[in-house]
């Protein structure tokens, strides 16, 4: 039973080029969350997912980032133009409900790195 | 706003003493869990303890929640140097939608001296 699987693990861009962040949610799962960490700090809410809607989105920058959660296929993270405060680690999160009181199971991380 | 805030930020015991962490928070919340993060690793879940708990166990982990002063702790008895990690509280607030995002607090470190 493969956990929530992330890919990249490690992503280089210049800045003004994008990123694209995979995430694979555990099986069974259609409840995807991303987070944001930052160095020495913890980790920021972005964006909930279901399959093909965004739920909540309160946690995304207004502009350069989207996300997207297919019928099929990974959810995506994207963002466009990156700078260099875009450096971090992006985590996202499955879980089989999208209502408190529920473990969310986290993926290894993508470790982006603006140069 | 930090909803969640750890205490200690650093902590550094011996193999075989007991560390606690402790965890305060600001709004009204339906539940509250821990993490551990390994350096550079992602996050493994440990306890979920809800609102209406006072306190939880798993193996030599001891949770703890006082709703009143909004605040929990986590207890890690006879610690092991394998226990070296980031430890952190995650809340999900009653009043966010539902929707179970969770907001982190800033982490304690934990390094335990074998």
């Known amino acids: 039973n493969a956990g929530v699987m992330q890919n990249p693990r490690h992503l280089v861009r210049r800045r003004g080029q994008e990123a694209r962040l995979r995430c694979s949610p555990m099986k069974g799962h259609s409840h995807v969350y991303w987070y944001r960490q930052l160095p020495e700090e913890g980790l920021k809410f972005m964006v909930y997912l279901q399959k093909e809607n965004i739920i909540d989105e309160s946690g995304m920058p207004k502009e350069r980032f989207s996300a997207e959660f297919p019928k099929e296929g990974p959810s995506i993270l994207r963002i466009q133009q990156v700078v260099r405060g875009d450096s971090a680690a992006y985590f996202c999160?499955?879980?089989?409900?999208?209502?408190?009181?529920?473990?969310?199971?986290f993926g290894p991380g993508t470790r982006l790195t603006v140069t | 706003s930090q909803q969640g805030e750890e205490d200690p930020q650093a902590l550094s015991i011996q193999e075989g003493e007991n560390a606690t962490m402790n965890c305060s928070y600001k709004?009204?919340?339906?539940?509250l869990q821990w993490y551990r993060q390994n350096s550079g690793r992602g996050l493994v879940h440990l306890i979920l303890i809800r609102s209406n708990e006072r306190e939880k166990h798993s193996g030599r982990l001891r949770v703890t929640l006082d709703t009143s002063k909004k605040s929990s702790s986590l207890l890690i008895t006879a610690s092991r140097a394998a226990d070296t990690a980031s430890y952190f509280c995650a809340t999900d607030s009653v009043g966010s939608s539902n929707t179970g995002k969770l907001i982190f607090g800033q982490g304690t470190t934990l390094q335990v001296k074998p």
């Open positions: 999160a499955s879980s089989p409900l999208g209502v408190g009181g529920y473990e969310q199971y």
């Open positions: 709004t009204s919340i339906n539940n």
